[in-house]
């Protein structure tokens, strides 16, 4: 514990934590050491780790139930990981033009992961093995900043709200068809509260992204013009990180409180290989 040190990355989130190897057995003060540290900066990051998918999700367990893939749900099947980048099992590389590369453009809007589910995701772990030597970089930024610099009356008119978010409105954007009927069937519109609070510290954050589709009881037109406004007052200039991957790096980030998106890359002329894990939340927002 003496040797942990904590770098603040970012006025809004975000630390560097060193002195913690994430490949051992951790015991449950660490444990909470590191979900304190999620708690205060919502996105943690710690260089030079040895890691593989067995220690990855072994390390998922510590902190939560694991969430099966969505995708490969859709499929029948039961799958822990994701694969971030264009880098396959087999080795080889998915240019700019496949369509596996073009579906993972939809992760280049504003989002929370699995927001789309009734009891969306908490923690997302990402371990970087290949990364491109330019772009490739993932941004955030915190709705809970975003929650504190409302006016009053904008708190009050938000506050009691609730938002239907919906993963095929969302993937749509990237391509009509870009989600199959099956997987379309396992992913059905959920409700969720617009600002949610962190159980653990009471902390106010607003719950948005490419996955919310309308405020129930709204016009879309009122629906789109509230969602839109908030996420453009969250991604500010001044208020977003720009997270540059490297080789090594474990990445532990929170869901309920940071949107993210993909900058984008070159994926005919670089390789990238990053792994992610999720867990799941302690349940649905309706009833936090």
């Known amino acids: 514990m003496a040797n942990i040190r904590i770098e603040r990355l970012h006025p809004d989130l975000g630390a560097r934590i060193t002195g913690v190897d994430l490949t051992r057995d951790l015991d449950d003060a660490m444990v909470e050491t590191v979900r304190e540290a999620v708690d205060a900066y919502s996105f943690v990051v710690f260089p030079d780790q040895r890691m593989d998918d067995a220690a990855q999700l072994t390390l998922t367990k510590r902190f939560g139930e694991p969430e099966p893939s969505h995708v490969a749900k859709g499929e029948g099947k039961l799958e822990y990981f994701g694969t971030i980048g264009n880098v396959q099992p087999d080795g080889t590389v998915l240019g700019n033009s496949h369509k596996k590369t073009i579906f993972l453009t939809g992760n280049n809007m504003w989002h929370s992961d699995a927001s789309f589910k009734e009891t969306p995701a908490f923690l997302s772990i990402m371990c970087a093995y290949e990364t491109p030597a330019e772009g490739g970089a993932t941004l955030f930024a915190s709705t809970r900043s975003t929650y504190e610099r409302l006016s009053p009356e904008r708190k009050a008119e938000v506050d009691p709200l609730i938002v239907i978010h919906d993963y095929v409105y969302s993937r749509s954007k990237v391509a009509p068809d870009a989600v199959s009927p099956q997987l379309a069937a396992t992913l059905p519109p959920v409700r969720h509260r617009l600002v949610r609070r962190n159980p653990r510290t009471g902390a106010p954050n607003l719950f948005i992204g490419s996955h919310a589709k309308a405020i129930e009881g709204w016009s879309d037109a009122k629906s789109r013009a509230l969602l839109d406004e908030l996420v453009e007052e969250a991604v500010g200039e001044a208020h977003v990180y720009a997270h540059r991957w490297q080789p090594g790096e474990v990445v532990f980030w929170d869901n309920r409180c940071l949107l993210h998106r993909g900058a984008g890359y070159d994926a005919d002329k670089y390789r990238r ?16």
């Open 273 to 288: 290989y990053m792994r992610q894990t999720r867990t799941r939340g302690e349940g649905p927002t309706l009833g936090e």
